[in-house]
């Protein structure tokens, strides 16, 4: 069964920018694009930890802080030539609230 | 819409480049169909050297393999030629039949080896040296026979002849000419390499001319050899002397490959002619690589066969916009342990009417010590290099040559390469060819040499983006790209082109330079990110953590207090305005005007240490205290704290002004002349907020003594009994740079209005991440001194649009606390989880 839990009005969130929600399963980023997606990713960098939330986004992309790997928003893959991966949450918007999904 | 047809006639190098750069700009506009006479799909010609060496193998130089044409749905006929092209009912028909239409065509057909009229030249195992089908022979003869004679001692020539000894034959080099590759290389430097190739075992007869090639008895006489009877078995030279020769390898140079192109009526002239943008006489057909004559030069290198590509498919793809204007080349042995490079006109003396065409010689010649250097300048600028022995500057005098820049002010130690001063990171190492594999290159990332080799082989990289992209080497602090171009360079042979310093674009993101866009933004008076996105015809929707950062500083230092800062277009420290950690915690720097404190603030800063479990205090290199291990949703409160002490954060992260560095001075000092303290704070105050393309530090010294340590800063104030002396563009970090003299002042005021001045040029002229040492470079002193020392009206404007600039700056530690918007960035959002137990 799919639990969603409600996180904040997308307001809260800046276009291009992030939020972090701390969780029993570590910090999660909660991202918004230019064209209003949402993406959530378990913000640790497949490299060496980097809080990706912290990192500049672009298109469905996020580079991260630290040593500047790519990922995909969508499924938190690395852009090649890189390689790992971070975990992904399901995340909705619905009626302009942001809902995350743990399970 | 229908797709256009597309043929390419050539299966190799320069045209499935062009292939591959089409479908980067346009994927789906043709229906391409590629015919090549070769069995093989596209591969890395230039690294049949190593496959012959024994150093790696055929399927290690694959480019693109079978599944590449497969998935980019493009047709593919393999060991097919195309012998006739009908212009007027637009197809092409191969050997086997078969025929294909099109709209447009590409021809790419390569050039085919040079094998002059010496009688027997028909004979079994003599062969040229281009494919793989004589790479295989040449292997296969290896196993079999003793004797190799390699007539030709160019690039080519001493390649093989390497490889084949390399493969225990007994080698000798036949040579029509006094020393060996006489189009790359001088005398100098051409006897000292034909030594080195002799103490590997390798055999020279120079100024010998082949008369003819003899075949075997198949009897076995001789040298025991089993020579079968339409085999080649000896050579014989015009002087009479004969030696044994089982296998010839003629390289003897190469001819533009024209014959399907003049079949067709196509013009052609040393090549087939093509205009700049690589269009032939017939303007359905363009054409590229070595078969091609652009403006009557015909090219054997594939740095400019790829710039070639490049622009035949920005035509193909219908964008009309770019042209190839000919290419400056260098030269690479690839022989493994010989460090060899040559670019441009090498030789002087050479203005084309035999005169001596005004150009200077600078010589080092040390042939015990295995080093020759030689730099040709002419009216102050480098026209062409050779360098034997140590070629650790080769990619940087490559680059003055193609960009002609002017190198008067460089010029008594430009004999002593870019780094003879102050480079660290990599142990002074500077010769790549000796280094061992496991030895580390960037000291940044750990990437040894190994990797990278084998990261250009496997991957068939061709320029530094690309080696930075796929191992990291050279992709942080940059200091050892001098040995990745090496590196990259000993690889792939004049395949490797430093990329173009004066309009690289700025990032994959756009073609555009640093330089035109600045020039846009001012012109247009644009003043927003995604306008000028728009207007320059971004690639990418919302652009790269690259070209954003970029584009903010531009706007807001072109329109202060017009154009809106975007916090998400800049990096996280300054978006957060604080320094991230490599655990994702920040630290805090609080300032300290002139590095100067009192035991008031040093209370805050202890308190603060405690309140907030603060891990580390430490004292930085810029004079101040560095709270560090700071949790982000602290920092609010963080600088309440100190902010009610009537302290500031010290921008310790940011492309901006970061400290001003002091000595005690006349306010202390008993040689002090000046008083350095009082004149370090007001400067640092005058600059408080101040964004700048990179980071910019001062310092001041009360006397020559220079305790501040002003002679590497950005701009240096050294006090002396008349006034002060200024200084500029000097760096402590990657590669020591010291500052340059700009001028005396007399007073405090003149310090302050010619920092400015220079601070304020370097703002709108500098390119995002030019520290003011690169961009005095890139600029020249002397502009600079025009604008800020020499002209006094100029001097003043760009002090009033600095002070303009810095008006409103707000303190942001002071935002962050008070408005909730801002300080949201900062929070943590807490959820309410249902844990399993609730829910069942
Ligand atoms: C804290 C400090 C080291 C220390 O503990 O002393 C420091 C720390 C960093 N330096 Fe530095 N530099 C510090 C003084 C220096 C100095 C010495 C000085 O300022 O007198 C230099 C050489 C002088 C110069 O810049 O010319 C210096 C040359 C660099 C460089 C090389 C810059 C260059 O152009 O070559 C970098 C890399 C960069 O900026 O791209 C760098 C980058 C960094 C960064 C910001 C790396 C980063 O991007 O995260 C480091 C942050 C560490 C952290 O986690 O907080 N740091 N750094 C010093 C802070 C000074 C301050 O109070 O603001
Ligand atoms: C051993 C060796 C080492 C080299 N080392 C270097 C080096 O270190 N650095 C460097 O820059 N360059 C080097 N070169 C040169 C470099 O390989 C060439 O400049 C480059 O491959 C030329 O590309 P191209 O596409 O013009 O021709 P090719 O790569 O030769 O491609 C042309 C292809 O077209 C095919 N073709 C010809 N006619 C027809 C037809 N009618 N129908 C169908 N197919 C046809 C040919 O079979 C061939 O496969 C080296 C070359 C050799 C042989
Ligand atoms: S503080 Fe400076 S020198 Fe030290 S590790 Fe960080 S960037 Fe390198
Ligand atoms: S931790 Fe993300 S790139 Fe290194």
């Known amino acids: 069964m799919n639990n969603w839990i409600e996180v904040c009005p997308l307001t ?92 | 819409m229908k797709k256009q047809k597309l043929v390419v006639v050539g299966n190799g190098m320069a045209g499935i480049r062009a292939v591959e750069e089409l479908l980067k700009l346009a994927p789906d506009l043709y229906d391409i169909t590629v015919f090549g006479a070769e069995p093989h799909p596209n591969y890395n010609r230039i690294l049949l050297s190593p496959v012959l060496a024994g150093e790696m193998t055929i399927q290690d130089i694959v480019l693109n393999p079978l599944e590449w044409y497969a998935e980019h749905n493009i047709t593919l006929h393999v060991g097919k030629t195309v012998n006739k092209i009908d212009r007027t009912a637009r197809k092409v028909i191969a050997d086997d039949g078969s025929e294909e239409s099109y709209d447009r065509m590409l021809i790419a057909t390569g050039s085919t080896p040079f094998v002059p009229p010496i009688p027997g030249r028909e004979l079994q195992g003599v062969i040229s040296y281009r494919d793989i089908r004589d790479t295989d022979e040449m292997i296969a003869a290896a196993s079999e026979y003793r004797h190799a004679v390699v007539i030709g001692g160019g690039l080519l020539g001493l390649e093989a002849a390497n490889g084949l000894r390399s493969r225990g034959m007994d080698v000798t080099v036949v040579h029509l000419m006094p020393w060996l590759m006489e189009r790359q290389l001088d005398r100098a430097a051409a006897d000292m390499l034909k030594a080195s190739l002799e103490a590997r075992g390798l055999k020279f007869l120079m100024e010998k001319q082949t008369e003819a090639l003899l075949r075997g008895s198949g009897d076995g006489a001789g040298d025991g050899s089993a020579h079968k009877p339409g085999r080649v078995a000896a050579l014989r030279f015009k002087d009479g002397l004969e030696i044994p020769a089982d296998l010839v390898v003629v390289a003897a140079g190469i001819r533009p490959n024209t014959a399907l192109a003049e079949s067709a009526r196509l013009y052609c002239n040393r090549g087939i002619v093509v205009n700049d943008t690589m269009q032939t006489y017939d303007p359905r057909i363009y054409a590229v690589g070595e078969c091609v004559a652009h403006r009557g030069i015909a090219y054997g290198l594939v740095a400019p066969l790829f710039e070639q590509a490049k622009v035949c498919a920005n035509h193909l793809a219908n964008f009309g916009i770019a042209r190839y204007t000919g290419s400056v080349t260098s030269t690479k042995l690839k022989v493994t342990g010989i460090d060899l490079f040559s670019c441009g006109d090498f030789m002087g003396g050479n203005d084309g009417k035999g005169g001596s065409g005004g150009t200077d010689e600078i010589v080092l010649n040390d042939p015990s010590g295995g080093v020759y250097k030689k730099l040709v300048v002419r009216n102050d600028t480098l026209v062409g290099a050779v360098l034997y022995g140590d070629t650790s500057d080769g990619a940087w005098y ?35 060819a000796a280094m061992a594999d496991d030895a580390e290159v960037c000291g940044c990332n750990g990437v040894c040499k190994g990797t990278i080799v084998k990261a250009i082989k496997s991957q068939g990289l061709f320029t530094l983006e690309d080696v930075r992209k796929y191992t990291k080497a050279s992709s942080s602090c940059g200091s050892c790209t001098g040995l990745v171009e090496q590196i990259l360079a000993s690889t792939v042979g004049g395949a490797y082109t430093p990329s173009d310093s004066k309009d690289k674009p700025m990032c994959g993101c756009t073609d555009h330079s640093h ?85 008031a603030e040093l209370r805050v800063i202890a308190d603060v240490a405690e309140k907030y479990k603060v891990p580390t205090v430490k004292m930085t290199g810029g004079a101040r205290i560095d709270l560090l291990g700071i949790k982000k949703e602290d920092l609010p409160g963080v600088w309440a704290d100190l902010g009610a002490a009537g302290m500031v954060s010290g921008h310790a992260y940011g492309k901006s002004i970061r400290t001003v560095k002091t000595c005690v001075g006349a306010e202390h000092c008993r040689f002090g002349t000046q008083r350095s303290m009082a004149m370090g704070v007001k400067l640092e105050r005058m600059l408080f907020g101040m964004w700048s393309p990179h980071k910019v530090k001062l310092a001041v010294s009360g006397c020559p003594r220079n305790c501040a340590e002003a002679g590497i800063k950005d701009i240096g104030v050294i006090g002396v009994d008349s006034g002060y002396e200024l200084y500029v563009a000097g760096n402590g970090g990657i590669k020591t740079e010291v500052a340059q003299f700009l001028c005396k002042v007399k007073n405090d005021e003149e310090v302050m209005e010619y920092s400015a001045a220079f601070l304020q040029i370097y703002r709108e002229e500098g390119f995002y991440l030019e520290r003011t040492c690169h961009y005095v470079a890139r600029v020249g002193l002397d502009h600079v001194k025009e604008a800020v020392v020499n002209d006094p009206a100029q001097r003043k404007a760009l002090y009033e649009r600095l002070l303009l600039a810095l008006k409103d700056y707000e303190d942001p530690w002071a935002q962050a606390v008070k408005q909730p918007a801002v300080r949201r960035e900062y929070e943590v959002i807490k959820i309410k989880e249902i844990t399993a137990e609730v829910v069942s």
């Open chain 1, 12 to 103: 809260e969130i800046a276009p291009l920018g992030s939020r972090v929600v701390a969780s029993s399963q570590g910090d999660i980023a909660i991202f918004r694009t230019a064209d209003d997606q949402v993406f959530a990713l378990h913000d640790k960098c497949p490299h060496k930890g980097g809080p990706l939330s912290q990192g500049i986004i672009h298109g469905d992309t996020v580079t991260c802080p630290l040593h500047g790997m790519k990922l995909s928003l969508k499924d938190g893959g690395a852009i090649a030539p890189d390689s790992g991966c971070a975990r992904s949450f399901a995340v909705k918007l619905e009626a302009g609230v942001v809902w995350l999904c743990m399970s």
């Open chain 2, 398 to 432: 490559f680059q003055l040559v193609k960009d002609g820049k002017n190198i008067h002010d460089v010029r008594e130690h430009l004999m002593f390469g870019q780094n003879h001063v102050g480079d660290v990171g990599h142990a002074g190492q500077s010769s790549a």
């Open chain 2, 515 to 599: 330089g035109l866009v600045r020039q846009v933004i001012r012109a247009q008076h644009l003043t927003q990110i995604a306008a000028t996105m728009h207007y320059l015809e971004w690639k990418t929707p919302d652009g790269c953590a690259a070209c954003r950062p970029a584009l903010n500083y531009y706007l807001i230092s072109t329109w202060p207090g017009e154009a809106k800062d975007d916090p998400q277009s800049r990096f996280i420290n300054e978006r957060a305005h604080a320094n991230i950690q490599n655990d994702g915690t920040f630290s805090v720097v609080p300032r300290m005007w002139g590095g100067l404190t009192t035991p």
